[in-house]
Nanobody, 115 residues
């Protein structure tokens, strides 16, 4: 059974930082294309950051220079370090794993940036 479990969300003031984690089980983690997505209220889900199949990283323009995606294959865990948070970063953040048509999502973790 595949499980992706996000954690680390919460309420933070503008300019603050959070680190999200995604713990994966039931998949061969290192083979999957792993990424973070988010969905703000009333908006469509969007890509935040992803490891490509070539092992490089891509970021949404809105988070470049502020967010960093990383992963630890030994721990089957992916991270998203979010710095200089803005109110527009408020959303539910989802972990995603893709491989050859398989597409798995976590339940999401809520991030609220507000003073």
């Amino acid at each position: 059974q595949v499980q992706l479990v996000e954690s680390g969300g919460g309420l933070v003031q503008p300019g603050g930082s959070l680190r999200l984690s995604c713990a994966a089980s039931g998949i061969i983690f290192r083979l999957y294309v792993m990424g973070w997505y988010r969905q703000a209220p009333g908006k469509q889900r969007e890509l935040v950051a992803v490891f490509t199949s070539a092992g490089t990283t891509n970021y949404a323009d809105s988070v470049k220079g502020r967010f960093t995606i990383s992963k630890d294959n030994a721990k089957n865990t992916m991270y998203l370090q979010m710095n200089s948070l803005k109110p527009e970063d408020t959303a539910v953040y989802y972990c995603n794993a893709k491989l050859f048509g398989q597409d798995y999502w976590g339940q999401g973790t809520r991030v609220t940036v507000s003073s």
